[in-house]
């Protein structure tokens, strides 16, 4: 038996993000589910019927209700109750958003009773020993910003700077650890180049002012924060993806791996330079490609939703980021695996590769799993299920998941035993 150990001071725990977990939000998300629930609905045969296990999730899948966050987790009253399950399963740390249009529903007025609830969530993951990583803005506008062009509009770098001010002033004295943005990558790729999520725009040309509006956005918090309070710790969520050639001796492979991973992982690090305190992984996707298409590598096993597994993309990407010399810290990475046969095996063989980067001296000092709860999965809806706790969406029961003890085993322990 081989013992991994890890740092005393690392931190263990999971990530959620408003709209996916709360409950009853009202966004530019929600009103786009509302008119989208029938459409993908029909839609899920085509994305999801060559899936092994397609006739486990059809009858979710073809169900336009799925694809409605509505109540979600409930964890906007719940939070108790889930923080106690993850103080029980030894998380030290717990990432989570706060959903701007609860705190600015109309433009420029700040509700304060939402801005309690948050500090009634801060208390409550203080009282349990959970380090709070907030993010400000995971993906979900305000109706009234979404109206005035969201993320496509020049002005949203002030609209953002001005909402981060207010956050950071209200909870600087609970909070350490700020997420600016959550995957811009992921918005301008899913929104804007293949036209898939709201506001469903699909033009290069806007793909590549958003990448800029977003840089700018997330630059001028940067400073923001820091003015507020110069002891906090400021960062970026980063989708970053593992890419290889399918043949290493193409160049044409070779080629296509440079460009893609130069927009999906290195570009918007270069846009925001020297505004990071510390960076952050997010690591779901391995690629290997066949000039410009990904050739799905069969021997590689795969989430419910056919997300291939690579776990030793992990290192390679940790390597890589070492070469900005920041602290580093993984904020998600999780599995959809709804009977969980494969997330304990998953959470472990990441670990190990993370342990072994820590090992080269790589200043690794934390791993979030996505996600503490089943949640509402955007455009996939409810039945992909990547929660340590499993959630019955009729009664809102929580399960402990037999891979969440084994991952609290190890947050518990600081080890890994293979
Ligand atoms: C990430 C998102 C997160 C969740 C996971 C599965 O890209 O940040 O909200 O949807 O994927």
Redesign the pocket.
Known sequence: MTLLRFPKDFLWGAAT?SH?VEGHTRNDWSEWEKKNAVRLAKEAYKKFGHLPHWERIQPEAENPKNYLSGAACDHYKKFREDFDLAQSLHHNAHRFSIEWSRIEPEEGKFNQEAIDHYHEVLTTLHERGLEPFVTLW?WTLPLWLAEKGGVHSQEFPKYFERYAKHIVSQYKNEVRFWITL??PT?VIGASYVNGNWPPQEKSLWRAYRVFHILARAHNRAFHAIHKIDSNAEVGLAN?LQSFVPYQKTSWLDKLSVSIAHFFTNEYMLRLTRGHHDFLTV?Y?FHNRLKFIRRDHNKDHSESDLGWEVYPEGIFHILRWLNSFHLPLYIT?N?LADALDTKRESFIKEHLRFIHQAIEMGIDVRGYFY?SLLDNF??DKGFWPR?GLIEIDYVTQKRTVRPSALAYGKIAETHTLEF
């Open positions: 993000s996916q995971h959550n995957e992921s989708i997010q779901y998600e999780g996505w999965e955007w990547f």
